[in-house]
């Protein structure tokens, strides 16, 4: 059983950069379906899952795409927000199912990148810090 794990998109890949002792299953620009598709059946089994998906997400299976992932984990669960401007209804979602699961919600940090997307490294740092 692994201590964390990080799971997800770019943004993932941001926090891992941060949270080297946590192995990180995460690719930049990846969505939920493709994530789902390609690595939901070998999931390792963790004490803490850190999560970041939905930002790249374009078709209506947002939902039952992270209720499956969300299925899959047994340990404590850290869900980043996708952008309330940007994807709002994907960020509702996170939000429904990190609730239904008692799960821990980290909104956006205060320091991003000019394209509203992604942190800085100092916003990074402070996500990281936020799943500890």
């Known amino acids: 059983m692994l201590d964390c794990l990080i799971i997800g998109d770019s943004i ?12 990180a299953i995460a690719k930049s620009g990846i969505n939920s379906t493709d994530w789902k598709k390609q690595h939901l059946n070998k999931l390792p089994v963790s004490k803490v899952t850190i999560i970041s998906l939905g930002s ?21 669960v850290y869900w980043i927000l996708p952008s309330p401007t940007r994807k709002p209804k994907e960020r509702n979602v996170v939000i429904q199912i990190a609730t ?7 909104d956006r940090p205060q320091q991003m990148s000019p394209d509203g997307i992604h942190p800085t490294y100092n916003g990074y740092k402070e996500l990281a810090e936020k799943t500890k």
């Open 12 to 23: 993932a890949v941001g926090v891992s950069q941060i949270r080297h002792e946590c192995p």
């Open 100 to 106: 239904e699961y008692n799960d821990i919600i980290i």
């Open 56 to 76: 790249n997400d374009w078709d209506k299976k947002t939902s039952d795409n992270l209720l499956d992932i969300r299925k899959k984990i047994a340990g404590k």
